[in-house]
């Protein structure tokens, strides 16, 4: 079990910076995923806590000392690869004693523990197969025991589950967090995918350009989302973002104009979640273009004086055709405003309709 | 219905059209190699083994069908022994020391720098084995014959002092064949081992890494383990050439001095085109080497398994 904490860390390949400045502490047994869009660093930052990529620059902490110069080896850190990374001329009884090799430890412990992991991750009856003769779930977990086998203080998960099929992706989703709050592991998750992360990790690191844009809970990054690139990439279907021009209690928003709170004055971005706004009989007009079943619930897309907007509607109470012409309103309550400068979430900001005469 | 019976026969036309396209690309693809191997390896075969029970001679006139050629390698040769004594050690170990362990070495040390200064080290190790066998041959001579203008009696000489001059060829001269052969047969692994270590993923590393394992062990696990397929591999066809390869032998010390180097195919070949113009018993000695070389040839096939060795082709080609 361990801390981690990143202080000022930097990263560069060649004279190219990936990873600017990172500062984050992460708590014994704490899940935490990083997430964010392809390229982004996450690989990177992931690889550094593992010891495989050295920082460039900065102190990179385990339960308080700095670890920066301990090799890989030494560092007691499980890491499931996004390939899997299994050695493929070893069984997999072969894998994942793999690492007690290097621990001195003794043949019938290795033995027994092999067995555990393995019933751990119920690949038990697979132990004499190779690699090759294993599915992508089945490999999966295999890597997963390889990584636990050593009781390790971090473990590191990058997209682990990328290639598996929907369906097993959500078993393995559920296994993993379970098993993560049985071993009390501290864990990093690294994903692409905004629902394995808000399912799985207790806080979520949003990542963007190598820089880290949020650190907060599922619920934090979806309500109160720090800047717009949070907003619109939390969340599904994505958030409606509008420019427009906010003075006097008063934002300009295509050829829409609505009340703005909070003192947001300037240029701004509007926030709007598709399922916080509704059809009505009156409020901002809107023209059906095009709809999308998703299930429970129906998405969409309208031609409005804002803009193309999203609009989610339960599939139950579905009352729109394409083409049919209606008005739409919105929840105040859930409305984001964002400086559009900085991108930064302007707190207490709210837009709301105008009320008629006024 | 006309137009049913219309599509079966384009249907079955075009079915038709593949299956004369496939012979001809197997015609194509396969008729070279099948060629080649006809009339450079089988035809000859034949012809060496209906040699080898004739007496054919210098005068080139067969008077008797007889296996008297057998029975006297068999039991008749004294030299024979003492070949292939020397054979084994001349391939063993061109074989251990140079067309694997030190390929694998220069595989290994020129992998791990950074990428051009490997590329140039290989470059420079190919550079024999690019060269005109009558050049390499000629190039060892002037370097370790007994004169003191040799390349190295000179460095003698001049770095450690040394007034006499010493002949390699003469107190050495297996060695001198096995540094010859071994620096040629070293760039074959090399290429090999480099391309497979080329193909070993990086990720593979990492886990071992994270996975407690040091750089030999790394080395070991990873590294040799996904070598070992091209190791078998180039371990056999290694044996196979060594063991007919004559031509920088025969230039550097003629087999000599007195037998010292005489190895097989040297052997083979004084027996059959030497004074004594034996070309029977050549044909039969041959034999004896043309059946382990088949042998190792199936078991190559066999082993290298064809498909860990080649790419896929990236297109399915009917
Ligand atoms: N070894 C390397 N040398 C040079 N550049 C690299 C190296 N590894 C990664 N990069 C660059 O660093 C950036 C971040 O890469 P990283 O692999 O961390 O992304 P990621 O967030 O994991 O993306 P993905 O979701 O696609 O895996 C990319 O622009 C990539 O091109
Ligand atoms: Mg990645």
Same mark, same amino acid.
């Given at each position: 079990?361990?801390?981690?904490?990143?202080?000022?860390?930097?990263?560069?390949?060649?004279?190219? +910076?990936? =990873?600017?400045?990172?500062?984050?502490k992460?708590? &014994?047994?704490?899940?935490?995923?990083?997430?964010?869009?392809?390229g982004?660093?996450?690989?990177?930052?992931?690889?550094?806590?593992? $010891?495989?990529?050295?920082?460039?620059?900065?102190?990179?902490?385990?339960?308080g000392?700095?670890?920066?110069?301990?090799?890989a080896?030494?560092?007691?850190?499980?890491i499931?690869?996004?390939?899997?990374?299994?050695?493929?001329?070893?069984?997999?009884?072969?894998?994942i004693a793999?690492?007690?090799?290097?621990?001195?430890?003794?043949?019938?412990?290795?033995?027994?523990?092999?067995?555990?992991?393995?019933e751990?991750?119920?690949?038990?009856?697979?132990?004499?197969?190779?690699?090759?003769?294993?599915?992508?779930?089945?490999?999966?977990?295999?890597?997963?025991?390889?990584?636990?086998?050593?009781?390790?203080?971090l473990?590191?998960?990058?997209?682990p589950?990328?290639?598996?099929?929907? %369906?097993?992706?959500?078993?393995?989703?559920?296994?993993?967090?379970a098993?993560?709050?049985?071993?009390?592991?501290?864990?990093?998750?690294?994903?692409?995918?905004?629902?394995?992360?808000?399912t799985?990790?207790?806080?979520?690191?949003?990542?963007?350009?190598?820089?880290?844009?949020q650190i907060?809970?599922?619920?934090?990054?979806?309500?109160?989302?720090a %800047?717009?690139?949070?907003?619109?990439?939390?969340?599904?279907?994505?958030?409606?973002?509008?420019?427009?021009?906010?003075?006097?209690?008063?934002?300009?928003?295509?050829?829409?104009?609505?009340?703005?709170?909070?003192g947001?004055?300037?240029?701004?971005?509007?926030g709007?979640?598709?399922?916080?706004?509704f059809?009505?009989?009156?409020?901002?007009?809107?023209?059906?273009?095009?709809?999308?079943?998703?299930?429970?619930?129906?998405?969409?897309?309208?031609?409005?004086?804002l803009?193309?907007?999203?609009?989610?509607?339960?599939?139950?109470?579905a009352?729109?055709?394409?083409?049919?012409?209606?008005?739409?309103?919105?929840?105040?309550?859930?409305?984001?405003?964002?400086?559009?400068?900085?991108?930064?979430?302007?707190?207490?900001?709210?837009?709301?309709? =105008?009320?008629?005469?006024? | 219905?006309?137009?049913?019976?219309?599509?079966?026969?384009?249907?079955?036309n075009?079915?038709?059209?593949m299956?004369?396209r496939?012979?001809?690309?197997?015609? =194509?693809?396969?008729?070279p190699?099948?060629?080649?191997?006809?009339?450079?390896?089988? *035809?000859?075969? =034949?012809?060496?083994?209906a040699?080898?029970?004739?007496?054919?001679?210098?005068?080139?006139?067969i +008077?008797?069908?007889?296996?008297?050629?057998? &029975?006297?390698?068999?039991?008749?040769?004294?030299?024979?022994?003492?070949?292939?004594?020397r054979? *084994?050690?001349?391939?063993?170990?061109?074989?251990?020391?140079?067309?694997?362990?030190?390929?694998?070495?220069?595989?290994?040390?020129?992998?791990?720098?950074?990428k051009?200064?490997?590329?140039?080290?290989?470059?420079?190790?190919?550079?024999p084995?690019?060269?005109?066998?009558?050049v390499?041959?000629?190039?060892?001579?002037w370097?370790?014959?007994?004169?003191?203008?040799?390349?190295?009696?000179?460095?003698?000489?001049?770095?450690?002092?040394?007034?006499?001059?010493? &002949?390699?060829?003469?107190?050495?001269?297996?060695?001198?064949?096995?540094f010859?052969?071994?620096?040629?047969g070293?760039?074959?692994?090399?290429?090999i081992?480099?391309?497979?270590?080329?193909?070993?993923?990086?990720?593979?590393?990492?886990?071992?890494r994270?996975d $407690?394992? @040091?750089?030999?062990? *790394?080395?070991?696990h990873?590294?040799?383990?996904?070598?070992?397929?091209?190791?078998?591999?180039?371990?056999?066809?290694?044996?196979?050439?060594?063991? %007919?390869?004559?031509?920088?032998?025969?230039?550097?010390?003629?087999? @000599?001095?007195?037998?010292?180097?005489?190895?097989?195919?040297?052997?083979?070949?004084?027996?059959?085109?030497?004074?004594?113009?034996?070309?029977?018993?050549?044909?039969?000695?041959a034999?004896?080497?043309?059946?382990?070389?088949?042998?190792?040839?199936?078991?190559?096939?066999?082993?290298?398994?064809?498909?860990?060795?080649?790419?896929?082709?990236?297109?399915? *080609?009917?």
């Amino acid at each position: 079990m361990a801390t981690i904490e990143f202080r000022g860390i930097n990263k560069k390949f060649g004279d190219e +910076t990936i =990873i600017p400045e990172m500062n984050l502490k992460i708590d &014994d047994g704490e899940f935490v995923a990083l997430l964010g869009p392809s390229g982004c660093g996450k690989s990177t930052t992931l690889f550094m806590l593992a $010891g495989i990529y050295l920082p460039t620059d900065g102190e990179l902490l385990f339960d308080g000392a700095r670890v920066n110069e301990v090799e890989a080896r030494d560092r007691n850190v499980g890491i499931v690869f996004q390939s899997y990374a299994l050695y493929p001329h070893m069984t997999v009884a072969k894998n994942i004693a793999f690492p007690l090799r290097f621990k001195k430890t003794p043949e019938a412990e290795i033995n027994r523990r092999v067995k555990e992991a393995a019933e751990l991750v119920r690949v038990g009856e697979l132990l004499e197969r190779r690699p090759e003769q294993l599915s992508g779930g089945q490999q999966q977990r295999v890597a997963l025991a390889r990584a636990l086998v050593k009781d390790p203080a971090l473990l590191l998960l990058d997209e682990p589950l990328s290639n598996l099929d929907a %369906t097993l992706r959500l078993a393995m989703r559920t296994e993993i967090k379970a098993l993560q709050e049985r071993l009390k592991v501290t864990t990093v998750l690294v994903t692409h995918d905004q629902i394995e992360a808000t399912t799985m990790a207790d806080r979520i690191v949003c990542m963007h350009a190598g820089k880290i844009e949020q650190i907060g809970t599922p619920d934090d990054l979806y309500k109160r989302p720090a %800047t717009r690139f949070v907003a619109e990439f939390v969340g599904s279907p994505p958030i409606n973002t509008f420019q427009g021009a906010a003075a006097d209690g008063v934002v300009e928003l295509g050829g829409a104009r609505l009340a703005i709170s909070g003192g947001a004055n300037g240029p701004v971005y509007v926030g709007l979640r598709p399922e916080h706004l509704f059809f009505a009989d009156g409020g901002i007009p809107a023209k059906i273009v095009q709809h999308e079943p998703m299930g429970r619930e129906i998405l969409y897309v309208c031609d409005t004086p804002l803009g193309m907007v999203r609009i989610l509607e339960a599939a139950a109470t579905a009352s729109q055709s394409i083409g049919s012409e209606t008005h739409f309103g919105f929840d105040s309550a859930h409305s984001l405003v964002f400086e559009s400068a900085s991108e930064n979430l302007i707190g207490n900001a709210r837009v709301s309709a =105008i009320e008629s005469g006024s | 219905m006309g137009a049913v019976k219309e599509e079966a026969v384009v249907r079955s036309n075009v079915r038709k059209a593949m299956k004369a396209r496939e012979r001809a690309n197997m015609a =194509i693809f396969f008729g070279p190699a099948f060629l080649i191997v006809s009339f450079f390896f089988v *035809v000859p075969v =034949i012809v060496d083994i209906a040699i080898s029970f004739t007496d054919l001679g210098r005068e080139l006139r067969i +008077t008797e069908i007889t296996t008297k050629n057998y &029975d006297r390698a068999f039991t008749g040769d004294r030299q024979l022994p003492g070949v292939i004594a020397r054979t *084994v050690f001349y391939v063993g170990a061109t074989l251990l020391i140079f067309n694997t362990t030190f390929g694998l070495v220069l595989a290994l040390a020129t992998t791990a720098i950074p990428k051009t200064s490997g590329t140039f080290f290989r470059a420079v190790w190919l550079l024999p084995r690019m060269s005109p066998s009558v050049v390499y041959a000629i190039l060892w001579i002037w370097s370790i014959h007994g004169g003191d203008t040799s390349l190295v009696n000179q460095i003698l000489k001049n770095l450690f002092g040394s007034e006499k001059p010493i &002949d390699l060829i003469q107190l050495e001269p297996m060695w001198v064949i096995i540094f010859a052969n071994g620096f040629i047969g070293a760039s074959f692994a090399m290429i090999i081992l480099t391309s497979a270590i080329r193909s070993i993923p990086e990720h593979l590393y990492h886990a071992a890494r994270c996975d $407690g394992a @040091g750089s030999l062990a *790394v080395t070991w696990h990873i590294t040799l383990a996904h070598l070992r397929w091209p190791l078998t591999y180039i371990f056999i066809w290694q044996t196979l050439s060594l063991l %007919t390869s004559f031509e920088y032998i025969l230039l550097i010390t003629g087999g @000599g001095p007195f037998r010292a180097t005489t190895v097989y195919a040297i052997f083979i070949f004084q027996r059959a085109f030497g004074s004594a113009g034996q070309y029977a018993y050549g044909a039969a000695l041959a034999f004896f080497l043309i059946v382990p070389g088949v042998i190792l040839a199936l078991l190559l096939w066999r082993v290298s398994k064809m498909g860990t060795l080649l790419q896929k082709p990236r297109i399915e *080609v009917q």
